[in-house]
């Protein structure tokens, strides 16, 4: 183990966590207007979608896939002793994968191709939509790469991560993983210590009450195509209401 392991296997994962803690109580007790995605969709709508579903449908399943390696490590090799069980999860994963960084480099395009979007970017969303891209892509090589990622990260990975969320770092295993697979979990714990700075935040007040609220009716009293038009410039004037 060289001292570059510990710093991103052990130093890097604590400081993340704490900034993490700290970070969102500060931000939700200081600036808890901010503590949402702050949705652009309004100034550009056909883009968004088009990067919004892929990225979250995709990051969903990989979320839910990496949450079953860690929680239910045992289940998962038991279920992985059937080679085509484990070939449908390779390839399932593979093209969630793709799905996320298509979704991302959309979004991360539409940030910086539409004008109207400038007002409202900061250099925060773009630093983030880039490390996000960054992480995705290191994912697909490994997984193109280095097969049978589920397995090994039942194996390996998900002993590590236990040790350092009870405060006992074990980085035996993983310190003899490739530079590959360090630098996607070093990437993992960069972003989280970015979510308190960023629109990430809003993954922690998820609208769950949406799904049985009562539906809400919106009434335009502008011209809808006038205010989505990708091409109108920006304007701090209210269109002319109809």
């Known amino acids: ?71 239910i490590p045992r289940t998962l090799l038991a279920f992985n002793r059937v080679p085509a069980r484990l070939l449908v999860i390779e390839m399932s994963a593979l093209i969630c994968g793709l799905l996320v960084l298509i979704g991302l480099i959309t979004l991360f395009l539409r940030r910086i191709r539409t004008p109207r979007l400038s007002v409202v970017t900061t250099k925060m969303d773009l630093v983030v939509e880039v490390a996000l891209i960054l992480q995705v892509a290191v994912g697909i090589i490994m997984a193109m ?66 799904i049985w609220r009562p539906y809400q009716r919106v009434i335009w009293p502008w011209d809808r195509r006038e205010v989505r038009n990708d091409d109108a410039e920006w304007s701090r004037t209210r269109p002319q209401s109809n």
């Open 1 to 71: 183990m060289s001292p570059i392991d510990n710093v991103l296997l052990i130093g890097l994962p604590y400081a993340a966590i704490i900034v993490f803690f700290v970070g969102t109580i500060y931000r939700y007790k200081a600036a808890r207007f901010t503590y949402s995605s702050l949705s652009s969709q309004f100034l550009e709508g056909r883009k968004l979608f088009w990067g919004s579903v892929p990225f979250h449908w995709g990051i969903l399943v990989l979320f839910v896939g990496h949450l079953i390696a860690f929680s």
């Open 145 to 210: 790469t280095l097969r049978w990622g589920s397995s090994w990260f039942a194996l390996v990975l998900t002993p590590y991560l236990r040790s350092v969320l009870t405060f006992r770092p074990d980085i035996t295993a993983v310190a003899a993983l490739p530079w590959l697979v360090k630098a996607h979990i070093a990437g993992a714990f960069l972003i989280i210590g970015l979510i308190p700075f960023s629109r990430l935040v809003h993954l922690l007040v998820v609208p769950l009450h949406y």
